[in-house]
């Protein structure tokens, strides 16, 4: 079992760019989740998928869109990058209230 | 908004002495608070969790005390260890259990 993975590790992007956080697990949970990390702080839900073919907005989406792709796969958009999304992402799934969480991406806007 | 907290940011203990972690919390009708860990570089991982209508919870060397009447949590860790040093995350789920808010995380330091 892999449990949680996420591509990229890192990426770096220009102020307008676009991009997508993939993330997949092979747990069969229902539900997945991205956060945000920013330094010194606690996680911060941007979306999450309560089941396959749901998803709803978190604590702070808006810059985001998210498409869950099927039971294992849940993707992060980035539309149009913006420096205050400098962030690491973390995406996460669960059965239940314990929340499995994947590696991060390391993402950096200039 | 409802959040989460921690007291204090840092803690540094010797190898072997028990450490204390403290969270404050705002949302009294949270159903349940979960403890994560997080060492460097890597993605949380969780340690325990404890329901709402419980005020202690034991594991492997931790145990987890809530208490209602002032809201507040706390994550004992016994003879810790070097391996335990990590940045320690208070959560609580809502009543439908899918939006955690996390607090803002204590660094733990393990002295040899």
């Known amino acids: 079992n892999a449990g949680v993975t996420q591509t990229p590790k890192f990426q770096v992007l220009k102020t307008g760019q676009s991009m997508t956080l993939q993330c997949a697990q092979d747990m069969n949970h229902n539900s997945m989740y991205w956060y945000r990390q920013d330094p010194g702080m606690g996680l911060r839900l941007i979306y999450y998928s309560a089941s396959e073919g749901t998803t709803d907005k978190g604590e702070v989406p808006n810059g985001y869109n998210v498409s869950r792709l099927n039971k294992r796969e849940f993707s992060l958009r980035l539309e149009s990058a913006a420096p205050s999304q400098t962030s690491v992402y973390f995406c996460a799934s669960s059965e239940g209230n314990e929340q499995f969480f994947g590696p991060g991406t390391r993402l950096t806007v200039l | 908004g409802e959040s989460v907290g921690l007291h204090l940011p840092t803690l540094s203990v010797q190898e072997g002495d028990n450490s204390i972690i403290n969270c404050a919390y705002s949302?009294?009708?949270?159903?349940?608070f979960i403890w994560y860990k997080q060492e460097s570089g890597k993605g949380p991982q969780f340690i325990i969790d404890?329901?709402?209508?419980?005020d202690k919870r034991q594991g492997q060397r931790v145990t987890v005390l809530l208490n209602k009447t002032v809201k507040h949590l706390s994550l004992q860790i016994a003879a810790t260890q070097p391996g335990d040093s990590a940045v320690y995350f208070c959560a609580e789920n809502d009543t439908g259990g899918f939006k955690t808010i996390f607090g803002a995380g204590t660094r733990l330091f393990v002295k040899a």
């Open positions: 949302n009294s009708a949270s159903d349940y």
């Open positions: 404890i329901r709402s209508n419980m």
